[in-house]
């Protein structure tokens, strides 16, 4: 018997990430062979076509110019107010939904999904997400002691499937007092899928139908990670107005992160943004998500809050951000395009991909398919019902011949969809 002296609840917790180990082996490997003989898709980071991580350089020039009080100073708990400013206003651009808007800092968008849990649902309840989501959700909920339920994000036609969340979430409304929906859309990792406009109308009407007349209450949280590469500024942007005047049982949460957008991802930088039509909902947002702050990890980053705001007040500087993020986005949707070209000439399937950082290729022994794969030195990552591969990561070099040389594994394995 092994001893334990964990309390029953945190017992057997254990968490080996296939990402991370993904990358550890190629970066091993390529430290032996050289970079050009390795494909390393598992980055989910923006890499250049000389396999260099990519700093915006208005954000390099931002950090430069930090006074040492910018680097060192405690920040307030709910975050800077120049800064909560600046995330609202770079969140939405053009399309500020109606209603009481506030924020809260956090540590990257995953201090989001955690508050959310945290503070938004009971004990032993489900939060729904679909199928193909961000792993760590369900270990955020598992941690916290609430279930992870998933409805099918694609039917038969690889639309949307409306049907299934709606019977999901119909459910979920009978059992629970709170009802989250962590929604990655758009660019979902892993799938680069999203929402269409439509499909938002269709979602946002049930919701007020299913909670109309009753004592129950939708917390809806659009995780919006890689929103700053997933189109064209204003236009990916527009479903950002949908969220105005709900009914105040129907709270938005954005996940919102500097990570993606800033290229951040190491200084665990987010901020939760509470859209409601109800001033007393507004003010409990932050009264409790601020607390939780100071009870998890005290309070934020404040260079990275400090170099958000240096761009963010300069119009110049805001201008040279779009170009960068105009231009990286480019080139992932170059190299994701290139990808979906040549695997519809070699047959092998993907899930529809719109825009953002991966492409999944669905099937079953995705295990067997990535150790095989890594006798040629090609890494992706293994998931439950498929494999993703990061283009943000992978040249367009060593993204020709890719489809093929995956196609040729799985027919050689006898892999089924």
Same mark, same amino acid.
């Given at each position: 018997?092994?001893?334990?002296?964990? *309390?029953?609840? #945190?017992?057997?917790?254990?968490?080996?990430?296939?990402?991370?180990?993904?990358?550890?082996?190629?970066?091993?490997?390529?430290?032996?062979?050289?970079?050009?003989?390795?494909?390393?898709?598992?980055? &989910?980071?923006?890499?250049?076509?000389?396999?260099?991580?990519?700093?915006?350089?208005?954000?390099?020039?931002?950090?430069?110019?930090?006074?040492?009080?910018?680097?060192?100073?405690?920040?307030?708990?709910?975050?800077? /107010?120049?800064?909560?400013?600046?995330?609202?206003?770079?969140? @939405?651009?053009?399309? +500020?939904?109606?209603?009481?808007?506030?924020?809260?800092?956090?540590?990257?968008? %995953?201090?989001?999904?955690?508050?959310?849990?945290?503070?938004?649902?009971?004990?032993?309840?489900?939060?729904?997400?679909?199928?193909?989501?961000?792993?760590?959700?369900?270990?955020?909920?598992?941690?916290?002691?609430?279930?992870?339920?998933?409805?099918?994000?694609?039917?038969?036609?690889?639309?949307?499937?409306?049907?299934? @969340?709606?019977?999901?979430?119909?459910?979920?409304?009978?059992?629970?007092?709170?009802?989250?929906?962590?929604?990655?859309?758009?660019?979902?990792?892993?799938?680069?899928? *999203?929402?269409?406009? !439509?499909?938002?109308?269709?979602?946002?009407?049930?919701?007020?139908?299913?909670?109309?007349?009753?004592?129950?209450?939708?917390?809806?949280?659009?995780?919006?990670?890689?929103?700053?590469?997933? &189109?064209?500024? %204003?236009?990916?942007?527009?479903?950002?107005?949908?969220?105005?005047?709900? /009914?105040?049982?129907?709270?938005?949460?954005?996940?919102?992160?500097?990570?993606?957008?800033?290229?951040?991802?190491?200084? +665990?930088?987010? *901020?939760?943004?509470?859209?409601? %039509?109800?001033?007393?909902?507004?003010?409990?947002?932050? *009264?409790?998500?601020?607390?939780?702050?100071?009870?998890?990890?005290?309070?934020?980053? %404040? #260079?990275?809050?400090?170099?958000?705001?240096?761009?963010?007040?300069?119009?110049?500087?805001?201008?040279?951000?779009? #170009?960068?993020?105009?231009?990286?986005?480019?080139?992932?949707?170059?190299?994701?395009?290139?990808?979906?070209? !040549?695997?519809?000439?070699?047959?092998?399937?993907?899930?529809?991909?719109?825009?953002?950082? @991966?492409?999944?290729? /669905?099937?079953?022994?995705?295990?067997?398919?990535?150790?095989?794969?890594?006798?040629?030195?090609?890494?992706?990552? /293994?998931?439950?019902? &498929?494999?993703?591969?990061?283009?943000?990561?992978?040249?367009?070099?060593?993204?020709?011949?890719?489809?093929?040389?995956?196609?040729?594994?799985?027919?050689?394995?006898?892999?089924?969809?």
């Amino acid at each position: 018997m092994v001893m334990s002296v964990a *309390a029953p609840q #945190a017992r057997g917790k254990y968490s080996e990430d296939k990402i991370f180990g993904a990358n550890n082996r190629a970066n091993a490997l390529a430290d032996k062979l050289g970079v050009d003989r390795v494909i390393n898709g598992t980055v &989910g980071s923006i890499l250049d076509e000389d396999g260099n991580l990519v700093m915006l350089d208005v954000v390099r020039q931002a950090f430069k110019e930090l006074l040492p009080k910018d680097i060192i100073s405690y920040a307030p708990i709910q975050g800077y /107010p120049e800064y909560l400013d600046a995330v609202i206003d770079q969140c @939405f651009g053009a399309s +500020r939904p109606d209603g009481y808007i506030r924020a809260c800092a956090t540590s990257g968008g %995953s201090g989001v999904i955690h508050h959310v849990i945290h503070n938004y649902s009971e004990i032993g309840d489900e939060i729904l997400t679909s199928d193909w989501h961000w792993g760590a959700y369900g270990s955020m909920c598992i941690d916290n002691g609430r279930k992870l339920r998933e409805f099918e994000l694609l039917n038969k036609d690889r639309k949307f499937n409306f049907e299934d @969340f709606k019977a999901h979430v119909t459910d979920l409304v009978a059992k629970q007092l709170n009802t989250v929906i962590l929604m990655n859309s758009p660019a979902n990792n892993p799938t680069g899928f *999203a929402l269409s406009g !439509e499909d938002w109308d269709k979602v946002l009407a049930f919701l007020q139908e299913i909670v109309t007349n009753k004592e129950k209450n939708i917390i809806l949280v659009p995780d919006v990670a890689y929103l700053d590469y997933s &189109g064209e500024k %204003s236009e990916c942007r527009r479903f950002f107005k949908k969220f105005g005047n709900l /009914p105040a049982n129907i709270l938005v949460i954005v996940a919102y992160t500097l990570s993606k957008g800033f290229t951040m991802y190491g200084q +665990r930088m987010g *901020a939760m943004i509470g859209v409601t %039509s109800d001033a007393d909902v507004a003010e409990e947002f932050v *009264a409790i998500n601020q607390y939780s702050n100071r009870a998890t990890w005290s309070n934020s980053n %404040s #260079a990275a809050m400090k170099a958000m705001i240096h761009i963010c007040e300069d119009p110049e500087k805001i201008k040279q951000l779009d #170009a960068e993020r105009a231009n990286y986005f480019a080139l992932i949707k170059e190299r994701a395009e290139l990808f979906m070209q !040549e695997a519809d000439a070699c047959g092998l399937v993907y899930l529809p991909y719109l825009s953002g950082f @991966f492409i999944t290729i /669905p099937l079953l022994g995705s295990q067997t398919v990535c150790d095989e794969l890594e006798k040629e030195n090609i890494f992706l990552v /293994p998931l439950g019902k &498929g494999l993703r591969l990061a283009v943000c990561s992978v040249s367009k070099k060593k993204i020709h011949g890719l489809a093929v040389k995956i196609k040729t594994v799985t027919d050689k394995l006898g892999i089924d969809r």
